[in-house]
């Protein structure tokens, strides 16, 4: 996990359709060329991290298969 600089203001980012209809627990992702971006979306400037292919393959995953707490 590595945070996203600030240039990444070009990336197109995208809601989960899983995200929480009242916007209390919404996240955005954003395709990298080598993996996937993650922001708040209440705070679009906040600090955005960025995942591997590999690890946010395995998250999503987790998640289908609801392995997640």
Known sequence: ??????SAEA???FKSSYSGG???ECVEAA???DGTAVR???RRD???LSFSEEAWGGFV???RERRLG
């Open 40 to 42: 708040d979306s209440k």
């Open 1 to 6: 996990m590595a945070i996203v600089p600030q």
């Open 46 to 48: 906040g600090v955005r």
């Open 22 to 24: 009242n916007t209390t």
């Open 11 to 13: 990336l197109q980012w």
């Open 31 to 33: 395709q990298l060329a």
């Open 61 to 63: 995953v987790a998640v």
